[in-house]
């Protein structure tokens, strides 16, 4: 009973009555309910998507690479895709957007929640803004975000809007555009001018502000923020473990620190590995390059117990809305790091099995009963989509916390 009690948040009681199409109750009848999808967000980067979606992958992968999505869209259903402005639009005024549409389309009828990560990041961003003056590198990335934000509507409603703004001002390891502008505008500055921009053309999208940085400074940077007057829609927190896994300690210490915002919290790149850890000395984990990383049987089963316990505490939690792992894949996976829940031939690691297990077994809601006389029926279960099918009729509908009775005909 305790594990229900503490997840008692992200679950409903609802009746439901079911009437025919005249409006009779339909009694006595055998019914089952069956949940499709999650309210929560078990996501993962999957850049994979964008050739398979595209059909630009040689034949002899094809199969291959359509296994590897079967299998991630067997557990999760939300998706990262990049929208790093240097590779999106690395030549000035063609940018990939119908690539990253039809990516986005394929999730989408997949029933797969997409986001975009990131609209403004001084990291992998475009080149050619070195060429512009300040003035003129802030109206490139204003009208990057409106050509963005209004090509993807309806595709994606979801966007990390700045990324790591704690170090952007005080980046120094190259000349950048969006470094140059934040020294200008100061972080809180541009936090606002970006996300007031992002608003303007999605006003219903949920913007989000990441970082890894999980410091006091982070905090003070939201505290800022929120003074200021920015509508932020959730935290992002980056939780990359190459050197190691937070523990439970440290994980509830910052999710202590970020809750008193009242904020929804978003995991939304995490990194948990199967093979050996990162020196502890890197400062910087892009310095960390070697040839191979493997993936060995001891580590995958610390690997999934790692990841065992942090999805508990997370999903626990009663403000953390998404977790996105950062590499579904060791194929192709950031740092060549064994950081997914699938090896490089497709194969599946201990890590996907138990969080198969939690997110489609334990935390999932299956049942069978029998309408009344009135036709009612009781379901208590995960927040989410369900299908209900009774005398070989279904009928689809959403668990949510709004009180009473839902009608459904059958």
């Known amino acids: 009973m305790g594990q229900t009690n503490k997840l008692a948040h992200r679950m409903a009681n609802k009746t439901i ?45 094809l ?12 557990v999760f259903n939300a998706g990262t895709l990049p929208f790093y402005w240097g590779r999106f639009e690395s030549e000035k005024g063609k940018p990939q957007t119908k690539e990253l549409q039809a990516a986005a389309q394929w999730l989408k009828e997949r029933n797969v929640t997409v986001k975009g990560h990131p609209l403004c990041w001084h990291t992998v961003t475009a080149p050619w803004l070195l060429d512009m003056s300040n003035e003129e590198i802030l109206q490139a990335q204003f009208a990057r975000i409106e050509r963005e934000v209004t ?42 001018e970006m996300f007031a921009k992002t608003r303007e053309f999605n006003p219903d999208a949920t ?3 990441n970082d890894f940085n999980t410091s006091i400074n982070y905090e003070i940077l939201i505290d800022g923020c929120l003074n200021a007057g920015i509508q932020i829609d959730a935290i992002g927190i980056q939780s990359h473990q190459h050197q190691g896994y937070w523990g439970r300690e440290k994980l509830e210490e910052v999710l202590d620190r970020f809750s008193h915002f009242g904020l929804p919290i978003h995991f939304t790149e995490n990194t948990l590995t199967s093979g050996h850890l990162m020196p502890p000395e890197i400062d910087d984990l892009n310095d960390y390059q070697i040839p191979e990383w493997p993936s060995t049987p001891e580590f995958e089963e610390r690997q ?24 579904f894949s060791d194929d192709g996976a950031w740092l060549g790091a064994p950081a997914g829940f699938v ?68």
């Open 17 to 61: 009555k079911l009437v025919d199409a005249q409006g009779n109750p339909v009694a006595g009848k055998e019914v089952e309910l069956k949940q499709t999808n999650h309210q929560f967000l078990f996501g993962s980067g999957i850049f994979d998507v964008i050739d398979v979606a595209n059909k630009n992958v040689p034949a002899d992968r």
């Open 63 to 74: 199969a291959f690479q359509e296994e590897k999505l079967d299998k991630f869209i067997d």
């Open 151 to 192: 090509d993807f509507k309806g595709l994606i409603d979801m966007w990390d809007v700045i990324n790591e703004v704690v170090i952007m001002p005080i980046f120094d390891k190259y000349d950048n555009g969006i470094t140059r502008i934040s020294k200008d505008l100061g972080r809180v500055g541009i936090i606002k």
């Open 207 to 209: 913007l989000l502000l």
């Open 304 to 327: 999934a117990q790692e990841v065992e316990e942090m999805y508990s505490i997370l999903f626990e939690h009663p403000l953390v809305e998404a977790i996105t792992t950062w590499s």
């Open 343 to 410: 090896r490089k031939d497709n194969s599946l690691k201990p890590s996907y099995e138990v969080l198969k297990k939690l997110i489609k077994g334990d935390w999932y809601t299956n049942k069978q009963s029998k309408t009344d006389d009135n036709g009612m029926v009781s379901l208590e279960g995960f927040l989410g989509d369900y299908d209900l099918l009774c005398d070989g009729k279904k009928v689809s509908f959403t668990l949510d916390k709004s009180e009473g009775t839902m009608q459904l005909v059958v």
